[in-house]
C-alpha cells in the first residue's frame, strides 16, 4: 500500500517484516499507520536508503519491533516515532539528524546505549524518558539544547558524556536517573555559567556522583557547575 503519494509499504507475514520503499520522507500518521493492524506482529522494519525522513507516530507502540536499520539517507525522525517500542535492544541512529524529537524513544525499556550524532544540535523533551535499561550516553560536541526529562527516569543510567557546547537546558534532564554516578565533561572552550547550584542540568542527581572527569580541551569551569 501507500503511505502519501511517494513512499509504499510491504508487510511480510511469514516473516513478521515492514519493509518502505520510495523516495522523500514518510508522512505522520495522525491516528493509525495503514500497517497498524500488524503493529503486535512487527519484529523488524527494512527502509529503502531513497527515504530521507521518517513522520511522527510511524512506530508508536509497536511492542514487538526489535530490528530497524536507520540509513544516514534519513535526515529527519520525528515526534513519537518510536515511542513505547519496548522490545528494541539497539538504535545506531542517522549521521545527518540535527533534532530528536519530543518522546521520539520514549519507553524504549531494552535500550542499553545511545550515541547522539555528531550534527544533532536539539534533544527535545522526553525524548528518551523512562528507557530503563540505558546505561551509558554519550553527546556530541556541538549540541546546544537539551530539553525537558530528555532522561528522566532512566533508572540504571551509569554514565553520561556532557559537552560544554550545551547552552539551554532544565534541571530536570536527568530526574530520576537512580544510578547515575560518572559525568564526564567534554568538548572545547569553557562550560557555561550556572546561576545557582539548583540549576545545573544534573542538580536532581548530582548527590549520587562520585566522579567528574573534565576533558583536556576543556577551558573554564562556569560558576555553580559542581
Keep these: ?4 503519494d511517494n513512499v ?3 508487510y511480510f507475514e511469514d516473516t513478521n517484516i515492514l519493509y518502505l520503499y520510495g523516495e522523500g520522507k ?3 500518521c495522525e491516528k493509525e499507520c495503514p500497517w497498524s493492524d500488524y503493529k503486535e506482529n512487527i519484529q523488524t522494519v527494512v527502509i529503502e536508503d531513497t527515504i530521507t525522513g ?7 507502540n509497536f511492542t514487538k519491533l526489535e530490528n530497524i536499520k536507520l540509513n544516514d539517507s534519513i535526515v529527519e525522525i520525528g515526534e513519537r516515532t518510536f515511542k513505547n517500542c519496548s522490545s528494541l535492544k539497539q538504535i545506531q541512529l542517522p549521521l545527518y539528524i540535527e533534532t530528536i524529537g519530543n518522546s521520539t524513544f520514549e519507553g524504549c525499556s531494552q535500550l542499553t546505549e545511545v550515541t547522539i550524532p555528531p550534527f544533532v544540535k536539539e534533544i527535545e523533551k522526553d525524548a528518551f524518558k523512562d528507557c530503563n535499561n540505558l546505561t551509558d550516553v554519550y553527546l556530541n560536541e556541538e549540541l546546544k539544547t537539551i530539553e525537558t526529562n530528555a532522561f528522566s527516569n532512566c533508572e540504571k543510567l551509569e554514565t553520561v558524556n556532557y559537552p560544554t557546547s550545551v547552552t539551554t537546558h532544565v534541571n530536570t534532564i536527568f530526574n530520576g536517573c537512580d544510578k547515575f554516578v560518572t559525568l564526564n ?15 545545573q542540568p544534573w542538580s536532581s542527581i548530582k548527590s549520587q556522583i562520585t566522579t567528574i572527569t573534565i576533558g583536556n580541551e576543556v577551558t573554564t569551569i562556569g560558576a555553580y557547575a559542581f
Design 1 to 4: 500500500g501507500f503511505i502519501g
Design 8 to 10: 509504499e509499504w510491504f
Design 26 to 28: 514518510v508522512e505522520d
Design 54 to 60: 521518517l513522520g511522527n507516530d510511524l512506530f508508536n
Design 185 to 199: 565533561i567534554i568538548g572545547k572552550g569553557a562550560l557555561k555559567d550556572y546561576t545557582s547550584s539548583s540549576s
